[in-house]
């Protein structure tokens, strides 16, 4: 049941993506303004930038954009994908790691979807809890 640890990943990738995409867009907002002003904005003295250049600059902040949102919309569909084929998983060890690890349900919320008692869905999670402690004490 390593799908868990590759879902949160994949989510972190994704998060990671989009904080990248927000501070592109502030160097985006700095490249505008060297275009229109040319002058750099952290330097104190002013110092003339040439067009040619505060253009280029502003292309390379452009492609960068547009290649991290190629990059996290792939993410996105891979993430989409994974949790319609973990929401398809038979086996009640397979739907509590899901809607446990994955959903962030509590298990009494997971035992009334899933229609157990508490204690059984309890019993459930914490068998996969020591399968998977003995699967990382079996790599060491």
Request: hydrophobic share 40%; aromatic share 8%.
């Amino acid at each position: 049941m390593n799908f868990a640890h590759l879902y949160y990943d994949l989510t972190k990738e994704i998060e990671i993506l989009e904080l990248r995409l927000m501070d592109l867009e502030n160097e985006l907002q700095a490249a505008r303004k060297l275009c229109f002003t040319g002058m750099l904005p952290s330097d104190p003295q002013p110092v003339h930038v040439p067009l040619d250049v505060a253009l280029g600059q502003y292309d390379g902040v452009i492609a960068k954009i547009r290649e991290t949102s190629e990059r996290l919309a792939e993410k996105k569909l891979v993430r989409q994908k994974m949790e319609l084929a973990m929401r398809d998983f038979k086996g009640i060890e397979y739907q509590v790691a899901y809607l446990r690890d994955i959903k962030g349900l509590p298990l009494y919320k997971i035992a009334e979807e899933l229609g157990y008692s508490y204690d059984w869905i309890r019993k459930v999670s914490s068998r996969i809890k020591a399968q998977r402690r003995h699967k990382k004490v079996a790599k060491s």
